[in-house]
């Protein structure tokens, strides 16, 4: 029973030690999350998120333009210059990433177009010297050249085509974006002007209803 007694004091002392040691740090509460998971919004942005993957793509992005449009109007007394100026600002920074965009697609394309030349003119060069070694006549001779130097044009002529292809998309994306960005100037023109519309009547009521 004594023996019992002395374990017991023994296991207090070291728990009472340890907690002295560190007094500011509980063991329960190591490593412990701020909030647990399960009273996150977690579950609900999840929720959220597979409803949105139920709605169109097109549809999801005519929503997500409504709601940037709405969040610039949200404060119907925000000074219409800044208004302006935050609209700007984002529009300008859809045009520099679609250059950016459209830069390193034309950088890609180009580089491909040279590997895709030289190798090509490697291959031909390496024909035309696997040819040399053979005993060939001059009818033989001259018909692969001919052939070779057929497909030389061949190559060009499509490397030609892939480039005018390139080109065509290239400019009917950048008409393409800059129709869209004209479009939406416009849209939040008309916002604007209704927006400073509302806010002169509003400002009116205000002066008209104080003593």
């Given at each position: 029973?004594?023996?019992t007694s002395?374990?017991?004091l023994?296991?207090?002392?070291?728990?009472l030690?340890?907690?002295?040691?560190n007094?500011?740090?509980?063991?329960?509460?190591?490593?412990?999350?701020?909030?647990?998971s399960?009273y996150?919004?977690?579950?609900d942005?999840?929720?959220?998120?597979?409803l949105?993957?139920?709605?169109?793509?097109?549809?999801?992005?005519?929503n997500?333009?409504?709601?940037?449009?709405?969040?610039l109007?949200?404060n119907p007394?925000?000074?219409?210059s800044?208004?302006?100026a935050q609209?700007?600002k984002?529009?300008?920074?859809?045009?520099?990433?679609?250059?950016?965009?459209?830069?390193?697609?034309?950088e890609?394309?180009?580089?491909?177009?040279?590997?895709?030349?030289?190798q090509?003119?490697?291959?031909?060069?390496?024909e035309?010297k696997?040819?040399k070694?053979?005993?060939?006549?001059?009818?033989?001779?001259?018909?692969?050249?001919?052939?070779?130097?057929?497909?030389?044009?061949?190559?060009?002529?499509?490397q030609?085509?892939?480039?005018?292809?390139?080109?065509?998309?290239?400019?009917?994306?950048?008409?393409?974006?800059?129709?869209?960005a004209r479009?939406k100037?416009?849209?939040?023109n008309a916002?604007?002007?209704?927006f400073?519309?509302?806010?002169?009547e509003?400002?009116?009521?205000?002066?008209?209803?104080?003593p």
């Amino acid at each position: 029973m004594k023996n019992t007694s002395k374990v017991g004091l023994i296991v207090t002392f070291f728990l009472l030690a340890t907690a002295c040691a560190n007094p500011t740090e509980k063991p329960s509460q190591v490593d412990k999350p701020l909030v647990e998971s399960q009273y996150r919004l977690q579950e609900d942005r999840k929720a959220f998120e597979e409803l949105r993957a139920q709605i169109p793509k097109d549809t999801q992005q005519e929503n997500d333009e409504v709601a940037f449009m709405d969040k610039l109007f949200e404060n119907p007394l925000k000074n219409p210059s800044d208004i302006r100026a935050q609209f700007s600002k984002a529009l300008s920074k859809r045009r520099e990433r679609f250059q950016k965009d459209m830069q390193k697609l034309r950088e890609l394309f180009v580089r491909k177009e040279r590997k895709d030349r030289e190798q090509t003119t490697k291959n031909f060069e390496k024909e035309r010297k696997e040819f040399k070694l053979r005993k060939s006549d001059r009818d033989q001779t001259k018909d692969f050249f001919a052939a070779l130097d057929q497909k030389r044009k061949d190559f060009y002529t499509d490397q030609k085509e892939k480039r005018d292809e390139f080109e065509a998309q290239m400019r009917d994306d950048r008409n393409n974006f800059e129709d869209y960005a004209r479009d939406k100037q416009n849209e939040f023109n008309a916002k604007l002007k209704d927006f400073t519309e509302k806010q002169k009547e509003l400002k009116k009521e205000k002066k008209s209803g104080s003593p």
